[in-house]
């Protein structure tokens, strides 16, 4: 008898290479105040990617459909959307699925989706919908973007059980300061409950007007509640003002109007080069995560067990009124 290791008579198989999944990078942009660039950012971020040859999926949490008339699908037109993929478990979100261009596909949205919050608050499992449907996708995607909708509900929270990460889109001025403390806290929450992964990797700063001093002014703080951040166990420990900023660009204003992103609408303008410039940094530290994780087998993700601290943001005084905020 040869030897082995099996019992007598045991066929001997030839062990299965294991390939790991395909790592997905599934980001949340996330801010409960509307008008301060969530969906310019989720779509021009997305294209960005896209044109840099990864397959990119953009979903539309917000029932607005902003994002979806953007990237030029016809809301009205359409079949099904995210709701019925969120509340309706014989709709294959692969069938739901547009592709808008090249590596770029958006999950769309309707405004019947303001009536999910009402139907999801009755389904089992209502928390975790979202991450579901784009678990069905595999490896389809290396990056999920999810636009979501301005407020802290359901669909929020689906957005944030899904994701892995939170960007936070929102404009320097003292008011948002407020609303960053009030976002981080719904965080805190879920990473508590629904999804100990959740990490919030940093700030994008949107429409941003760099030669006013009120606005340099924010973002000093910010870069000090971040820095200060690190010393303590949280979802943001490790965030930052992710630069560079989004300067105000009429172009970036205009393009939705003609169902295009600014790659295609001005190519050439600030805009584009601003979201360009961001997509390169984030892949930048992606790829080297994954080469990382590829020359050595990453520990299981820590859990937060500590109470993350309630976040406190210093609130700088009002601008004066020849700076206040449009
Ligand atoms: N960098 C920018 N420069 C000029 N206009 C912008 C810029 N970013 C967003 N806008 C415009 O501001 C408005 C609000 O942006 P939007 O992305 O829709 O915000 P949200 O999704 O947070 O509600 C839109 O009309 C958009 O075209
Ligand atoms: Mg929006």
């Known amino acids: 008898m040869p030897p082995g290791p099996g019992p007598p008579g045991a066929v001997s198989l030839p062990r299965m290479q294991q390939t790991p999944p395909k790592p997905v990078r599934q980001i949340a942009l996330m801010n409960q105040k509307g008008g301060v660039g969530k969906t310019t950012t989720t779509v021009n971020l997305a294209a960005a990617?896209?044109?840099?040859?990864r397959p990119t999926l953009l979903v539309d949490l917000d029932p607005q459909a902003h994002a979806t008339l953007h990237l030029g699908v016809d809301a009205d037109a359409l079949t099904h959307s995210v709701f019925d993929v969120l509340v309706d478990d014989t709709v294959s979100p692969a069938a739901v699925v547009r592709e808008v261009g090249e590596n770029l596909a958006v999950?769309?949205?309707?405004?019947?989706l303001a009536a999910a919050e009402t139907q999801l608050a009755n389904l089992p499992d209502r928390q975790h919908r979202l991450e579901r449907a784009l678990a069905s996708f595999g490896g389809r995607f290396e990056f999920v973007l999810i636009d979501c909708p301005p407020s802290l509900g359901l669909l929020t929270i689906n957005a944030l059980a899904a994701a892995r990460e939170v960007i936070i889109p929102m404009q320097a001025h003292f008011l948002a300061l407020q609303g960053v403390g009030k976002l981080l806290e719904t965080?805190?929450?879920v990473s508590r409950s629904v999804n100990p992964r959740l990490r919030v990797t940093g700030v994008v700063l949107c429409m941003h007007d760099a030669s006013s001093s009120h606005t340099r002014e924010v973002v000093a703080d910010l870069d000090r509640f971040f820095e200060a951040?690190?010393?303590q166990e949280s979802p943001w420990k490790f965030a930052r003002v992710i630069r560079p900023p989004i300067r105000r660009n009429i172009k970036l204003a205009e393009c939705p109007s003609f169902g295009q992103t600014i790659f295609d609408y001005a190519p050439g303008?600030?805009?584009a080069e601003d979201y360009r410039a961001l997509a390169e940094g984030?892949?930048?530290e992606w790829d080297a995560m994954l080469s990382r994780r590829t020359a050595q087998p990453a520990p299981p993700p820590a859990m937060h067990t500590a109470e993350p601290p309630v976040p406190e943001i210093v609130v700088p005084s009002p601008p004066a009124a020849a700076e206040q905020p449009r």
């Open 49 to 53: 990617l896209a044109r840099s040859g």
């Open 107 to 112: 999950l769309p949205s309707h405004t019947d």
């Open 187 to 189: 965080v805190a929450a």
């Open 229 to 231: 951040a690190r010393a």
């Open 269 to 271: 303008a600030p805009g």
């Open 282 to 284: 984030l892949l930048r």
